[in-house]
Antibody, heavy 117, light 108 residues
Framework: QVQLEQWGAGLLKTSETLSLTCAVF????????WNWVRQSPGKGLEWIGE???????KINSSLRSRVTLSVDTSRKQFSLKMTSVTAADTAVYYC???????????WGQGTRVTVPS | SYVLTQPPSVSVLPGQTARIPCAGH??????VHWYQQRPGRAPMLVVY???DRPSGISERISGSNSVNMATLTLIRAEAGDEADYYC???????????FGGGTKLTVL
């Protein structure tokens, strides 16, 4: 059973860069797809993107211009960077393990990111 | 882009059966996954590939998928089943994971 632990800055100012990292414990880092999902206050789930250990990425077209995903296979970690944040990016951000049919099997504990307006 | 539509809320009496629909064009041709999210918690996968359950998920939860509607069914509803439920698919046309808007299940 894969477990995910995530961390990163929780309070940002407008125009700063959001940076989050997720560490993978248990399971093979190369067998799965590594995802980021966010949830704005009181809203539903929004997929940000996924990355494979090979470096191949798929990113939500609505965020593509601001999002960079990366992996560190040696450390079994993957990361999210989002530039030029605004209040609209205030959300809980989750990392998640993706399986063969894109179901998200395991999730991190979530990181609350706040960008005051 | 592909759209999944869920009702904002569903109510059920204790001990009865709750059905949560998820509508999408030709969704029957896609693998549908379902998540349960309790307040303040991360989502949890409860059904994958239309009707399979991860280990540890209650047998009271099941899923089905046909033509333009997928359905999550909870039998013998309990207070502990109160949560938000989200359906999800992979849209191969856009290369995106797509979530439904979520349904709040209330056990009256």
């Amino acid at each position: 059973q894969v477990q995910l632990e995530q961390w990163g800055a929780g309070l940002l100012k407008t125009s700063e860069t959001l940076s989050l990292t997720c560490a993978v414990f248990g399971g093979s880092f190369t067998d799965f797809y590594w995802n980021w999902v966010r949830q704005s206050p009181g809203k539903g789930l929004e997929w940000i993107g996924e990355m494979r250990h090979t470096g191949t990425t798929k990113i939500n077209s609505s965020l593509r211009s601001r999002v960079t995903l990366s992996v560190d296979t040696s450390r079994k970690q993957f990361s999210l960077k989002m530039t030029s944040v605004t209040a609209a990016d205030t959300a809980v951000y989750y990392c998640a393990q993706g399986e063969a049919h894109y179901q998200l099997e395991s999730w991190g504990q979530g990181t609350r990111v706040t960008v005051p307006s | 882009s592909y759209v999944l539509t869920q009702p904002p809320s569903v109510s059920v009496l204790p001990g009865q059966t709750a059905r949560i629909p998820c509508a999408g064009h030709n969704i029957g041709f896609k693998s549908v996954h379902w998540y349960q999210q309790r307040p303040g918690r991360a989502p949890m996968l409860v059904v994958y590939d239309d009707s399979d359950r991860p280990s540890g998920i209650s047998e009271r939860i099941s899923g089905s998928n046909s033509v333009n509607m997928a359905t999550l069914t909870l039998i013998r509803a309990e207070a502990g089943d109160e949560a938000d439920y989200y359906c999800q698919v992979w849209d191969s046309d856009s290369d995106h994971v797509v979530f439904g808007g979520g349904t709040k299940l209330t056990v009256l």
